[in-house]
Every structure is written in C-alpha cells, then in structure tokens.
C-alpha cells in the first residue's frame, strides 16, 4: 500500500495565513488520495475524504521543539525561517515514520504544495500512480544541485541538494531516516546555536549515506512530481 503524508502546523507567522494554508492542504486532502494528515486543529477543518487519516499535530509536539527553544533562527526572510518553521520542517522525519506504520511506502508532499504556480493535481496523481506501480527501496527525492564528492553544508543557507516538498520514502527506512535527522539536526543546533532548514539536515544525511538515496533532477515546480525516476541533477 502506498499513501501520502502531509502535516501542519499553525505558526501565525506573516508569510503565510493560516487560511491561505488550510486552502492549500484541503485542495491536497481532495485528491482523494490514501493520506494521513497530520493536522494542528479540528480534523473536519481539513475536509477529509474516506480515504484520509488525521491525527493531531502541534508546534509543541514536535520532536526538535526542545532542543531549539533557545537557539536562533537562521539568517533568511524573518517572516518565514523563523525558529519554529525550521521545528515544524524538520517534523517530517517523524511523521513520514508514524505514517510507514500503515503503508509499504509512504509520499510525503507539504502541506502547501499548491502554492506552486502552475502545480496540476494530474501531476500529483500520475506520480502515485509510477510508484505504486514500481515502489523503490531507496529514499527517493528530487534535488536541484549535483552532489558531488563530500561537500561541507552550509547551515546558514538552505543546501537544495534535495528539496523539501516531495519524498518518497520506503517504509523499511522510515525509522533509520528519522533516527539519523534526529541526531543530525541535534548535532547541528548545539555545535552552532542557530536553527537550520530540514533540506540542509537531509541533505548531510544523503551526502554520508547516499546507498539509501536516489535523488532525481527537480525545481521547486511541478518538476517534483513530472520528474520522478529521472536522472540525477
């Protein structure tokens, strides 16, 4: 079985309304795709389908809250990366694990995918459909940059090795992905103090282990589902 993953939760930061993202996710829950939302608010707010598992979600729950209740936000657009956007980013890891729990391979897809232009539910579709076809046994994610060598991270900006809004992650990884996110971005805030972006911790993650990894060539753009089983950037 495959299903989608997507979660959110509410920040009331000025980048983006709480409305405008509970319009994006409900055009994502209408797809009426297998989905387990995991939602900071009443699941019905979500619109769900028969074919949609929601559970609670929230800033506070998240598993990096603790560890970045005292560090700093990373330089970037203050409306946007604050502290706990980088949190809620880095909660994937956990929720793509909770969702392996009922699927063979699980799609997570961010809560506001739609707020790409252009993005066409069809292409969201045609690409469950490739992997419930053929489901991989790697992490397969798409990327913008070539991964070449054992290149350093830069924390203080995002590292587009992979791109963050479109995972395809075998069930049997799930664990080992979010165990290793969990040290990584741990690591990561005591060494500097700053909170940093989830591609950046994934994308360490890729560059020491990439016999988990199949990355394909993408853009932030309907690329990250027209692209899936490309070639690498």
Known sequence: MVTVATGYCRLNNAHRSHARYLELGRRLVGLGLPTHVFYDGRPSEVLPTPKTVTKPASLADCWLAAAAANCQPPPGTPAKDTVGYCVVQHQKSAWMAVAADDA???IWIDFGIFHLFGLRESAIREMVAKVTANPPDRI??????PMRGRPLINWQQPAWYVCGGVVVMPAALAGWFHDRCVDYATLQIEA???ATWEVNTWSA???DHPDRFSVYAADH????????GGPPP
């Not at 397969?140 to 940059?145: D, E, F, M, N, V």
């Not at 690329?223 to 899936?228: H, K, M, V």
């Open 104 to 106: 063979e391979t699980v």
């Open 140 to 145: 397969t994610i798409p990327g913008c940059w």
């Open 192 to 194: 500097s103090g700053h």
């Open 205 to 207: 993650i890729l560059r």
């Open 221 to 228: 753009d309907e690329s990250l589902f027209a692209n899936y």
